[in-house]
């Protein structure tokens, strides 16, 4: 999800995630949609939502949005992460720079592969 004024942005990072990931995650196949917060207001059949450059109160949005439906959530802004409650953060730099925030982590359902787990960095 993006600003109405960052698609260029959110195209680019769309990219990254496909070439890097070669279409597929762990033996699944990736599909990108991008979509403006505006445009994200009910749940859908998402697997992970990706905020791109938001605002506490879009990323408060987003994640009552994913806690119905279990969705995986995370967020480009770091600096963020602790106090969003969002899940992951994916900073796209040359490659995708991984953050877990630990506290999500543990109260979740969801688990990583080991050699996920072994490139992020846990943010307490």
Do not use: W
Not at 13 to 36: E, G, H, W
Not at 55 to 67: F, G, H, S, T, V
């Amino acid at each position: 999800t993006y600003n109405r004024n960052d698609e260029t942005t959110a195209l680019l990072c769309s990219q990254i995630l496909i070439r890097k990931f070669n279409d597929r995650f762990n033996n699944r196949s990736v599909t990108v949609n991008r979509l403006p917060f505006d445009k994200l207001d009910t749940p859908g059949s998402y697997h992970l939502i990706y905020a791109l450059k938001a605002e506490l109160p879009q990323l408060k949005k987003l994640l009552r949005i994913a806690n119905t439906t279990g969705t995986m959530t995370s967020l480009y802004d770091s600096d963020k992460l602790r106090e969003s409650g969002f899940l992951l953060s994916v900073h796209m730099e040359r490659t995708p720079v991984i953050l877990i925030n630990a506290k999500v982590l543990k109260g979740e359902q969801f688990s990583f592969p080991d050699n996920l787990l072994e490139i992020a960095r846990l943010v307490e």
